[in-house]
T-cell receptor, first 113, second 114 residues
Framework: DVKVTQSSRYLVKRTGEKVFLECVQD?????MFWYRQDPGLGLRLIYF???????EKGDIPEGYSVSREKKERFSLILESASTNQTSMYLC????????????FGPGTRLTVL | AQKVTQAQTEISVVEKEDVTLDCVYE???????LFWYKQPPSGELVFLIR??????QNEISGRYSWNFQKSTSSFNFTITASQVVDSAVYFC???????????FGKGTHLIIQP
């Protein structure tokens, strides 16, 4: 079974803090993704990565950056957290480009005060 | 641009009833992929099924079945003899041939009452 893990289920941070959300997959998948989920807006793609040190912007990259130093790990970074970044963050991975099925982690519910 | 519409925001049925969740999509791609995911209260999105645009065969897996119709751009999901454990939010999603990230519908919250 594919296993995608995220470092925290719940996180509370203050406005202006730098926040790191970590995601690890154990199936040697090439592609990794970060989404955020908000009521009424559904899931939206923030960033994704095809390979180590590669990244691509999704639909809503503003206010976020990512890091992929190792194939199994994909980090989402909020450089200066703001209250409008309070959300559920979901990480996903897929085997490779052209193989479309994405497998999701349990999510991190981030609250920015 | 791609779009997925799940018109049913919430559905509530009594256990053992059959229930169908609707999904309508829009895409200009000739090759695309459709998905259904289940999100239980725990929050994790669980993959249920993937359908390729060139394969219109319906799929049945236990109590779950999926009806893919390109003519109406629909990919509906039916649960037969529903159970309380089926209570969750269900998402329909789409990815086009050249894209990577999934485009999700807003989800249907399914409540199965005992």
């Amino acid at each position: 079974d594919v296993k995608v893990t995220q470092s925290s289920r719940y996180l509370v941070k203050r406005t202006g803090e730098k926040v790191f959300l970590e995601c690890v997959q154990d199936m040697d998948h090439e592609n990794m993704f970060w989404y955020r989920q908000d009521p009424g807006l559904g899931l939206r793609l923030i960033y994704f990565s095809y390979d180590v040190k590669m990244k691509e912007k999704g639909d809503i990259p503003e206010g976020y950056s990512v890091s992929r130093e190792k194939k199994e790990r994909f980090s989402l970074i909020l450089e200066s957290a703001s209250t409008n970044q309070t959300s559920m963050y979901l990480c996903a991975s897929s085997l490779q480009r052209g193989v479309r099925t994405q497998y999701f982690g349990p999510g991190t519910r981030l609250t920015v005060l | 641009a791609q779009k997925v519409t799940q018109a049913q925001t919430e559905i509530s049925v009594v256990e053992k009833e059959d229930v169908t969740l609707d999904c309508v999509y829009e895409t200009r791609d000739t090759t695309y992929y459709l998905f259904w995911y289940k999100q239980p209260p725990s929050g994790e999105l669980v993959f249920l099924i993937r359908r390729n645009s060139f394969d219109e065969q319906n799929e049945i897996s236990g109590r779950y079945s999926w009806n893919f119709q390109k003519s109406t751009s629909s990919f509906n999901f039916t649960i037969t003899a529903s159970q309380v454990v089926d209570s969750a939010v269900y998402f329909c999603a789409l990815v086009g041939g050249g894209a990577d990230g999934l485009t999700f519908g807003k989800g249907t919250h399914l409540i199965i009452q005992p």
